[in-house]
Each structure stands twice: as C-alpha cells, then as structure tokens.
C-alpha cells in the first residue's frame, strides 16, 4: 500500500516548543486522522514503486533559500527596548504574535484588517502595530530574585486568546490580555515555576513544571495545588497534554520523558532519550515536547536531535540529527498546524523545513534569506520558532537580538520546497551520515 499523508483541517496547532497550549481537538479531526493512516508513519512494509516505463524521472533536490527574494519575510516594527525572545506564540484566533524577552516584557503584535490584509490574520505581507492598552501598561513578569542567568521564562495562553499566564523567574502572573493588567498571582518561588500548561478540557487546571523536578497541578479558581508529581531528577522544560490518550507528558533537563495519567495523576511510563554518540546528556539543555494533532505521536526537540515517539507505548519511531549542511545544534522546533511539517530552528541562523511523518529535510533557508546584511549569524539567531495556527507554511522566529521575523513560501511557490521521495517506495533507512542529495532519517528498530 502506498503512504497517504495524513490530512487534518486547520486547527490551532497543540502545545510546542514555545510553550504553546494545546486546543480541544475536534473528533471529526481525529477521525480524519486515524482514517488517513497514522499509523503509516511507522509502517516499513512497503511495497517498491515501479516508474512508469519511458518516464524520465527528475531527481529529487533539497530546496534551498538564501536571498531575501526567495520568500516572504517581514521583521516585526518595535518602538521598546530589545531583549532576547524566550518565548514566542501565535494567538489562537491567528491574528496576533506575543512573545516574551528576557527581560519579563512581554510584547504583543496585533495584524489589521484592511485592503491589503481582507482576513485581518497574521502574515509576511503586511507589517502589524506593536500594540498596547490605551493606559500604557505593560505586561512585565514578577522576577523574584532569580539571577537573570538563571531565570527559565514560560508562558501559555488560554484558548479564547482573553488571559495569558507567565513567569519569568518570580511568581506566576496571570495577565488579561485586553487591559495588560495582572489578574492573580500564585505559586511563589522557590522552587521557580520552568513551564506551564493548561489543561485542555478545564482552564482553571494548570500543570506547572518546577525548577526542583516536581510538577504541579494547581487550580487557580480555588488557589489550591491538587497534585504534585514526582519523576524527574532535573528541571521541567516540557509539558503537554493528550486528550485521546488522557495524559500528561513532561520533558526535563535531566533528558527524561514521562508519561502521567491525568485522571490520577499517576506515573505511567518513563524513558530516558536517546541521545547520539558523542553527545553528552549532561550538557543537554531543555528537552521541548509537542503532540501532533492525532494526539498520539509526539515530537521530541533536543538540541543534537529531533525525534518521533509513540506515545501510547513511549516508543521512538523515528529520528534526525545534525550532520553535513546542518552541523549546528538545534535551538528550537515545532510541527506546523496541520502537523505535516516540522519548523526547527538552529543556532547558526539556519532554518529547517522537515517533513513531519519522515523527518526528511525538505527545505533549507540560509540567514542571509531573512537577516538583514551585515547581520553576524553566529551571534544573532533563532531561540525559538511559532507556527501559525492556521496557515500551514507561515512561522515566526524569535532571535537573540530582541527581533522578531515571520516567514512564509512566495505565493507563487505555495509551499516549502517538495518532500523528498521514499528511497525505491520503501521507508527512509538507518544512516548516521546523510547528505542532501540523499538523506535519510534513522528509524528505530522493532
């Protein structure tokens, strides 16, 4: 049987690497997606594809951007003081960009519906207004007495897009989005909260990742923490819940996934990643978790590789590592809204586009395709990437010099490049050292 890649409507994409919660997926969405073959991702029993007898086959070339004319991109106007981006999300209506800097301002960034913009929503094409309250409030975290080295910021927005919760070292602060004003705060340190999830079917329910390892399900509405969950030996730096599965899966620095019952709370499964030869986990940083809109398979991000995990089983299905054109570390990545493509970010400034089901580079965009000239990209890059929550080739980067940039294919190519073929129709093989005339990505043995 042949592969057909998995179709599932526009929704706003799940929880991602950049601290995004993941919406209430529709049950028609999830039928479309077991229909449409999920579980073809982890299929290797394909029969070979035969060319048609006299048809010349052009050979498959990775897409690669370098110049600005090459794409759309538009760096985001900003009248405030620059600060590193930590964290960056789309809103859920699509329409507006809110990132966090290092310095606990947040800054958010609406797109008008005019002439040139008839649908109002997020886009390369038309500069948004850098927006604020009419009182001038800004929307800046408690930072307790963290040292600024130290401090892990996490956001997440609430699925009407009216309340924004956030911490920057200090106490969690729970902002309206309309007035910037603080609505509560809770959960002082220490321990400093790292990341923060609502749960999607309740949110009053928040999981709150610590920098002690624990986790903490608190209620806001009546100020109580419910549960606290022990399984990590190191901060949380990931978290994000499945509603087909009713669990909770929670990353950490000590390169650990686990799995948690959420009607319980109980500990179900955990597992250590994989990390690649010569790679020291140690050294590892965070480890971003993200589930695809089937709600079953699982991105894992960590800086020397992306992965596919099985949720249900915490198996690893596939995975990609740096190598050849692509030796940087990967600095942040996030499947696109329709879970098809996979935007990983890397700390060169190069950007990959990844075919979400195979992990196979399929386009390759160069700092120079969006970075002013002069721009020095060992110093200046992406820290962390959004993907728009309904246009399915639209993401924004969020750079260590304070700027925000949002990229999308020309209209006339409508796409990022095209994805590679299967080698002879069958799954991509194992290889430690692929290039891009003939990459694969490893699958993980039976």
């Given at each position: 049987p042949v592969v057909?890649?998995?179709?599932?409507?526009?929704?706003?994409?799940?929880?991602?690497?950049?601290?995004r919660v993941a919406p209430a997926v529709t049950v028609a969405g999830l039928a479309s997606g077991v229909q449409n073959g999920v579980d073809a991702t982890l299929s290797v029993d394909i029969k070979p594809r035969m060319p048609d007898e006299g048809a010349e086959k052009k050979p498959w070339k990775l897409t690669e951007i370098t110049e600005p004319g090459q794409c759309r991109s538009i760096r985001l106007p900003d009248t405030l003081s620059p600060s590193k981006v930590s964290r960056l999300i789309y809103t859920n209506s699509g329409v507006a960009l809110l990132a966090l800097g290092m310095n606990a301002v947040h800054k958010l960034w609406k797109w008008q519906r005019n002439d040139r913009n008839p649908t109002g929503k997020a886009g390369a094409n038309v500069a948004p207004q850098l927006w604020q309250p009419a009182s001038g409030n800004l929307m800046t975290n408690d930072v307790g007495e963290t040292s600024a080295e130290e401090v892990v910021p996490c956001i997440a927005l609430s699925k009407n897009d009216s309340y924004v919760m956030s911490a920057s070292g200090g106490k969690v602060s729970l902002f309206n989005m309309m007035t910037f004003k603080v609505m509560t705060t809770f959960i002082p340190p220490p321990p400093a909260a790292t990341f923060l999830a609502f749960h999607p079917q309740d949110n009053n329910i928040i999981a709150i990742g610590m920098e002690d390892s624990t986790i903490q399900i608190y209620n806001v509405r009546v100020d109580e923490v419910k549960s606290k969950l022990k399984g990590h030996q190191k901060r949380i730096t990931g978290l994000c819940?499945?509603?087909?599965?009713?669990?909770?899966?929670?990353?950490?620095?000590?390169?650990?996934?686990?799995?948690?019952?959420?009607?319980?709370?109980?500990?179900?499964?955990?597992?250590?990643?994989?990390?690649?030869?010569?790679?020291?986990?140690?050294?590892?940083?965070?480890?971003?978790?993200?589930?695809?809109?089937?709600?079953?398979?699982?991105?894992?991000?960590?800086?020397?590789?992306?992965?596919?995990?099985?949720?249900?089983?915490?198996?690893?299905?596939?995975?990609?590592?740096?190598?050849?054109?692509?030796?940087?570390?990967?600095?942040?990545?996030?499947?696109?809204?329709?879970?098809?493509?996979?935007?990983?970010?890397?700390?060169?400034?190069?950007?990959?586009?990844?075919?979400?089901?195979?992990?196979?580079?399929?386009?390759?965009?160069?700092?120079?395709?969006?970075?002013?000239?002069?721009?020095?990209?060992?110093?200046?890059?992406?820290?962390?990437?959004?993907?728009?929550?309904?246009?399915?080739?639209?993401?924004?980067?969020?750079?260590?010099?304070?700027?925000?940039?949002?990229?999308?294919?020309?209209?006339?190519?409508?796409?990022?490049?095209?994805?590679?073929?299967?080698?002879?129709?069958?799954?991509?093989?194992?290889?430690?050292?692929?290039?891009?005339?003939?990459?694969?990505?490893?699958?993980?043995?039976?």
């Open positions: 057909n890649p998995m179709m599932v409507g526009p929704v706003s994409s799940a929880v991602g690497t950049v601290d819940f499945s509603n087909v599965l009713n669990v909770l899966v929670s990353s950490g620095a000590d390169a650990q996934l686990c799995v948690w019952g959420t009607d319980g709370w109980e500990k179900r499964k955990s597992k250590p990643l994989q990390i690649p030869a010569g790679r020291s986990p140690a050294a590892a940083g965070d480890t971003r978790v993200q589930f695809h809109n089937d709600q079953v398979h699982l991105l894992v991000v960590h800086e020397s590789h992306l992965a596919i995990y099985d949720a249900a089983k915490l198996e690893r299905s596939r995975q990609w590592m740096p190598w050849d054109t692509m030796p940087a570390s990967i600095s942040n990545a996030i499947y696109s809204c329709d879970s098809q493509l996979v935007f990983a970010s890397f700390t060169d400034g190069v950007v990959g586009v990844f075919d979400a089901e195979s992990l196979r580079l399929r386009c390759r965009l160069a700092p120079s395709a969006y970075l002013p000239p002069g721009v020095n990209s060992s110093v200046v890059y992406p820290l962390v990437v959004a993907a728009h929550p309904s246009e399915q080739n639209q993401f924004a980067l969020g750079l260590t010099d304070g700027g925000i940039e949002v990229l999308e294919p020309l209209e006339s190519e409508g796409k990022w490049g095209v994805g590679p073929p299967a080698d002879n129709g069958t799954v991509s093989s194992v290889s430690s050292t692929p290039n891009p005339g003939n990459q694969t990505s490893e699958q993980a043995p039976r």
